[in-house]
């Protein structure tokens, strides 16, 4: 897959604000994306996700946004708490494989978000 | 929950050593995955399997094999290793028709010197 990158390496914000971190990615075929949380020393742990045909998708304290039209995608955290402290890596696919069949993901080089007290 | 286990969370072996790393999930998955993770680079895809016996390469794979001779089992080998193959290695599996929801191990940190 083409390359996904993030548009800045570190985010610092203050507890209790929201927390936007984003990502651009190249590849205009792709058409699954996926955030992770890495906490240090743990493997990344899956957030949400959104499929290209859709703009919004909401969890809880968490919403992606999509804009295809650019190739961007963002996280937003509300209210953002210190155990949201960790690496938040983007990463996409060309396929779904909701049907099966498998293929690795192509993963941004990560944004560390930094909870100021 | 699913439970990835990698066998080792940190590695020291030599230049030219044969090198094993294992990973089990306990989630009946169909689909496991090797990466690895350098600074600045991200997580890249070195190699996946989709079912028992079944491998395919994924971007990096030189320098590396694998074996999946039972579901819950995935391993990487280094066959030599070389002190650029130091770096955290990543396992993952995901289940069939969900496939992009990939669930990660802690990871081991290998280093060759």
């Known amino acids: 897959g083409e390359s996904v990158g993030l548009h800045l390496p570190t985010l610092s914000v203050q507890e209790g604000d929201n927390s936007i971190i984003n990502c651009a990615y190249s590849n205009s075929a792709s058409d699954y994306f996926i955030w992770y949380k890495q906490e240090s020393g743990k493997g990344p742990q899956f957030i949400i996700d959104i499929r290209s045909n859709m703009d919004k998708r909401q969890g809880q304290r968490v919403t992606v946004l999509l804009n295809k039209t650019v190739k961007h995608l963002s996280l937003q955290i509300a209210a953002t708490q210190p155990g949201d402290s960790a690496v938040y890596f983007c990463?996409?696919?060309?396929?779904?494989?909701?049907?099966?069949?498998?293929?690795?993901?192509?993963f941004g080089k990560g944004t560390h978000l930094i909870i100021q007290p | 929950d699913v439970k990835v286990t990698q066998s080792s969370r940190y590695l020291v072996k030599r230049t030219g050593e044969k090198v094993f790393l294992e990973c089990v999930q306990d989630m009946d998955h169909e689909n496991m995955f090797w990466y690895r993770q350098d600074p600045g680079l991200g997580l890249r895809l070195i190699y996946f399997?989709?079912?028992?016996?079944?491998?395919e390469k994924g971007d990096i794979p030189e320098g590396y094999s694998v074996s999946r001779e039972k579901k819950e089992r995935f391993s990487l080998i280094l066959e030599s290793a070389s002190t650029n193959q130091t770096s955290m290695y990543l396992c993952?599996?995901?289940?069939?028709?969900?496939?992009?929801?990939?669930?990660f191990g802690p990871g081991t940190r290998l280093t060759v010197l």
């Open positions: 399997s989709y079912d028992v016996k079944m491998k």
């Open positions: 990463a996409e696919n060309e396929r779904a494989y909701s049907g099966g069949g498998a293929d690795g993901l192509t």
């Open positions: 993952a599996s995901s289940p069939s028709g969900r496939a992009n929801e990939q669930f």
